[in-house]
């Protein structure tokens, strides 16, 4: 167990509805990192927040968005959902600003089914 | 384009042999971490290597760096059937953006 915590772990929905999925970091990390996994496209990284601020983007579409709150939970939300949005998304975080320097910790993901 | 690619892409062996995964990257780099994730799994850290090291151990992984050929290699010596597992490099660059790689899934037969 990691200490990452994402719910829900599936989430089946409609093309064109949005969802929302949470995150809450290991005790004491300041850094959230959200990564989306699908057969095609491998693992993208999509965003990186540190103490509630964005620090870096990746391929994240115009239709997500994400944000940290005080208490460090992240949500990311998907809206307008497609088909090739269904995927395993991922969660991160670790406990500085710069990931590059210490290991981050995986949540065990949510799995995203758009039909 | 990501900016790590692993190779091979799928490996089989038989227990007990040695496992050896290639990492290629772009950019410059500050550090390599290597991942391994089990099939629908969270990633989980394995080792970090900086970049002024070549060489680092932990347990029976041994990885390498060779920043002039931006490339890292991941071995895993005495291989069990609990290694099956997928295993990524990750890199930043200077944005703080992270790329993995598109990864290598090992298979170790019993």
């Known amino acids: 167990d990691s200490g990452v915590t994402q719910t829900p772990k599936h989430l089946i929905t409609a093309t064109g509805q949005r969802v929302t999925l949470r995150c809450s970091p290991r005790s004491g990390d300041l850094s959230v990192y959200w990564y989306q996994q699908s057969l095609d496209q491998g693992l993208q990284f999509l965003i990186h927040?540190?103490?509630?601020?964005?620090?870096a983007k990746g391929n994240i579409l115009e239709r997500f968005s994400a944000q940290q709150f005080p208490d460090l939970h992240s949500e990311l939300n998907l809206s307008s959902l497609e088909l090739g949005d269904s995927a395993l998304y991922f969660c991160?975080?670790?406990?500085?600003?710069?990931?590059?320097?210490?290991?981050?910790?995986f949540g065990p993901g949510t799995r995203l089914t758009v039909l | 384009s990501q900016q790590g690619e692993e190779d091979p892409q799928a490996l089989s062996i038989q227990e007990g042999e040695n496992a050896t995964m290639n990492c290629s990257y772009k950019t410059s780099i500050n550090n390599l971490q290597w991942y391994r994730q089990n099939s629908g799994r969270g990633l989980v850290h394995l080792i970090l290597?900086?970049?002024?090291?070549r060489e680092k151990h932990s347990g029976r992984l041994r990885v390498t760096l060779d920043t002039s050929k931006k490339s890292s290699s991941l071995l895993i010596t005495a291989s069990r059937a609990a290694d099956t597992a997928s295993y990524f490099c990750a890199t930043a660059n200077t944005g703080n953006q992270f790329y993995f790689g598109t990864g290598t899934s090992l298979t170790v037969i019993p």
């Open positions: 290597i900086r970049s002024n090291e």
């Open positions: 991160a975080s670790s406990v500085d600003l710069a990931g590059r320097y210490n290991e981050q910790f």
């Open positions: 927040y540190y103490n509630g601020e964005e620090r």
